[in-house]
């Protein structure tokens, strides 16, 4: 029969679920009847983590003689062929958490607030049967005048109650305990509440901190009770006690006050191991079934719960006495969940009763139900009879004393079922259900729908289930034990939906689900539109998962990478040799994998973008990636490299690089790598080098390096735009910079020496540069404490008709108002410049004031300013607004981080009204919207946001990497 069906044990005993007596309050509890008591409390445990936790607790009370013996030789028989050494597994999982909870650790400081305590974790790592325990525990020394209550209240059965008191609501169902109640109540702080299931409540949006109650004889919707104990407005001195799935805890911290949440974790990974061991005769054959769980990271962790690791057990035994390799069902989570059916499953009139069983577990997804009443039966037009084979085979439980309350072994079971409901042809059925009855099932859109899997946690497993069942051996598999037809439609359904809810930058759930699957053509064809894909590789699954897809996306063109520390292991630090051992064995499992994700680089004609950053590689790992890039015909044409260790891996890529003649644009940055010059050297010097476009950030050279450099910048001819960026140059390297530029072979257009400890020093040479060089057009000197003096050099090299520079980048150079003066008289001298930058320099009313000037002559061809954060007050805007008025070049004004003011800005109104104003864009931090300027000049963009454009234009454009564009 069933191990899990239980008929009570206490029918004909005298009660109380919740651990209060239901005798006169001056009588004392006898421990026979808190025995019994507690014989409720373990009995209803269902959670098939924890179902011998009696087991563990009668044992306290075996001084109790015959009657405790036969009671519990009567609860343990019904598990002892379905639990291996459950007691003990009860012990670890419970006892681990129990000096964790205030109200149980004497030793704990008591807080100056009463008790909340959330437990969360996934399903079935036994969060109610540990709050079951509690309660018993927190009941089971009260005597007459002291005793201490617990009532437990069920969030699923909750659902269903209408309006009611919140004495009528914990009495429900037990009306000899409701003139007990008020005085229970009167003592609340020995009062314990178990909020059990609180991610099954389903109430409307708000219902829970909307007309809050403080009095609980009050006539009130459940959900009002609800919220108002959850934010202490009833019984604030009661303690509370939540149990949830990880999917509510957002809105858990929200309503609960000053909560102590708990993380229930299941087996550790040593505790896995045990149960394994326990369950296989032979040890081999256990560790055998243990390391191939272990090789699939989901399923793995999925055997926190002990359920699953029965579920496991059960199936590799199965598998090992067929002479079969466990590790072929292991490889998927679909593939053990399906071997786990079919072996359990009828064999008789299969097809029959797979169906009802299917539609019952994806109701439950779909509805966040775990338990089915005969209501809920009778509404699919499901009958009991159809679920007794699978009630037979372990994959249903019946739940309490109920004749027809029925529960999935585990909620992953339940999901698999539920996506196997998608794959079986109705066969003449009506569509909406099960005999002419509704369902509340969504379609395959919407279960693949980021929206819906972000409201319904689990149905993203239900997903992963449905592209496993479409590898053509589950299927056929499926066919044959249970005798029904799986849709061959459902490929073309997933292929429709299966990349709608990602966009083009989140694929880690798609890659997921493509792997369980199994299927190659599927992935071929989900991915042959995917031109832009970013891979943030956070542990060995995400590895294997990419590894299995990528070498299949034929049409990629951008590819984003970002390796997490802990995939590779660092092969730089010395190890012990306990570290060795796992070093060598990481890369026996990882380097394989890491070898067939970087094959796209050997399969795809087609990528023209690559970019590694943040990430912990390895000596191996670099070596393979560069070896890839090397021998294949790549048509990589950008390629950013990142913030990457080991030390070494600026110079394999370069060496791995230097031949490509499709490389136009290359970014190298981070670390303060002292190696990465001169590889980068030979890349230049390469004949084959095409590159247009090279930033090289936060390097630490030596003068040696820095003239190696400057050479290859006189030889190389495709080179036009140069970012160093965080460089600090010695005198000398700064020094010979500035000849090259000189040179007349420097085909440099652009140049970004942004934050490089520039000071005016340096200036005088630049400057002598700029006049002799006919080529750069844009320069960007940002975040350098050039000052007054330096921009004064600069502008005396920016005077001659020979400099053709046209953008100037001086963001956050220590300028005043003297150094605008330099710059204004520029400005009127007929020069080429027609972009400056003076974002965050304090050059105040004075300044801008000289600026202004400039602005109304006619030879000033600047076209955009940018002004962000200069100290800029209402006194300067009629200046400004005198010069917009005669300007006819300027575009683009940014005045953000200013306080202009309101009369400043209606100043700025009267010159923006005139259609004969030449401004498109202005940015500004308003006091008041200029809408009826934009009546008057609709093509006027107005630009509210407060935006630091000097840093986000201009360096990002200019000085940046999109300075070639």
Known sequence: GNPLQYSGLENSMDYSPWGHKELDTTEQLSKKKMLLRFIHVVTCVTEPSLLLLGNILLSRYKTFGLLIHQGREKFCQRWKNFWPRLSEDVCIVTQRYETLIPFCNPKMLAGPFPHTVVLHGPAGVGKTTLAKKLMLDWTQDNLAETSNSAFYLSCKGLNHRGTCTFAELISANRPRVQDDIPAVLARAQKVLFILDGFDELKVPSGALIHDLCGDWK???????????????????????????????????????????????????????????????????????????????????????????????????????????????????????????????????????????????????????????????????????????????????????????????????????????????????????????????????????????????????????????????????????????????EIKRELLKYALMPHGKKSFSEVLCCLYESQEEQLVKDAMAHIKEMSLHLKNKTDVVHSSFCLKHCENLQKLSLQVEEGIFLDNDTVLESGTQVERSQNDQHMLPLWMDLCSVFDSNRNLLFLDISQSFLSTSSVRILCEKIASAA?????????????????????????????????????????????????????????????????????????????????????????????????????????????????????????????????????????????????????????????????????????????????????????????????????????????????????????LCEALKKPLCKLRCLWLWGCAITPFCCAELSSALRSNQNLITLDLGQNTLGSSGVNMLCDALKLQSCPLQTLRYDPPTPLKKVSRRRPKLNLETKRLNLGFVYLRGTYGGQRLSH
């Open 218 to 488: 009050k006539q009130k919707p459940v959900p009002v009770l609800l919220g108002s104990l959850l934010k202490r407005k009833l019984l604030p001195k009661a303690t509370l006690l939540i149990t949830t799935r990880p999917g509510a805890l957002r809105e858990l911290r929200l309503l609960t006050e000053q909560p102590l949440f708990l993380e229930i974790e299941g087996f550790s990974e040593e505790e896995r191991k045990a149960y394994f061991l326990s369950h296989f005769e032979e040890e081999g054959q256990a560790l055998r079934a243990f390391h191939s769980m272990r090789s699939n990271a989901a399923l793995f962790q999925l055997g926190s719960a002990p359920s699953v690791c029965w579920v496991v057990c059960s199936c590799l035994r199965q598998q090992m006495q067929r002479g079969e390799d466990p590790a072929a069902a292991c490889r998927t989570c679909t593939a053990l969940f399906l071997r786990f059916l079919c072996g359990r499953g009828p064999r008789r009139g299969a097809q029959a009763a797979l169906r009802p069983l299917c539609l019952l577990a994806a109701e439950g997804v779909w509805t966040r139900s775990s338990e089915f009443d005969a209501e809920d039966l009778g509404r699919l037009g499901v009958r009991p009879a159809a679920l007794r084979p699978f009630l037979d085979g372990s994959v249903l439980q019946k739940r309490g004393d109920a004749e027809a309350c029925y529960a999935f072994i585990h909620l992953s079971v339940q999901q698999f079922l539920a996506a196997a409901f998608y794959v079986l042809e109705p066969e003449g059925q009506e569509e909406e259900g099960l005999g002419g009855r509704p369902w509340h099932v969504g379609d395959v859109r919407k279960l693949l729908s980021r929206e819906e899997r972000l409201e319904n946690p689990s149905l993203t497993l239900v997903g992963r289930f449905l592209f496993g069942l479409c590898n053509q051996r589950s299927a056929m598999e499926l066919e044959a034990t249970f005798g029904c037809l799986v849709s061959t």
């Open 634 to 850: 790549s048509s990589l044409q950008k390629v950013v490299l990142k913030n990457i260790s080991p030390a070494d891996t600026y110079r394999n890529f370069c060496l791995a690089f230097g031949g490509h003649k499709t490389l136009t644009h290359l970014t190298l940055e981070g670390n303060d790598q002292n190696d990465m010059l001169p590889p980068l050297c030979e890349v230049l010097r390469n004949p084959n080098c095409n590159l247009q476009y090279l930033r090289l950030v936060s390097c630490s050279a030596t003068t040696q390096q820095w003239a190696d450099l400057s050479c290859c910048l006189r030889t190389n001819q495709s080179l036009t735009c140069l970012n160093l960026t965080a460089n600090e140059f010695l005198d000398e390297g700064a020094k010979l910079l500035y000849v090259t530029l000189r040179h007349p072979t420097c085909s440099l257009q652009r140049l970004s020496l942004e934050n490089c400890h520039l000071t005016e020093a340096y200036c005088k040479d630049l400057s002598s540069a700029l006049i002799v060089n006919q080529r750069l057009t844009h320069l960007c000197l940002a975040k350098n404490a050039l000052g007054d003096r330096g921009v004064k050099l600069l502008c005396e090299g920016l005077t001659y008709p020979e400099c053709q520079l046209q953008t100037l980048v001086l963001w956050c150079c220590n300028i005043t108002s003297d150094g605008c003066i330099h710059l204004s008289t520029l400005l009127q001298q007929n020069s080429s410049l027609t972009h400056l930058d003076l974002g965050l320099n304090h050059i105040g009313i004075i300044g801008l004031k000289f």
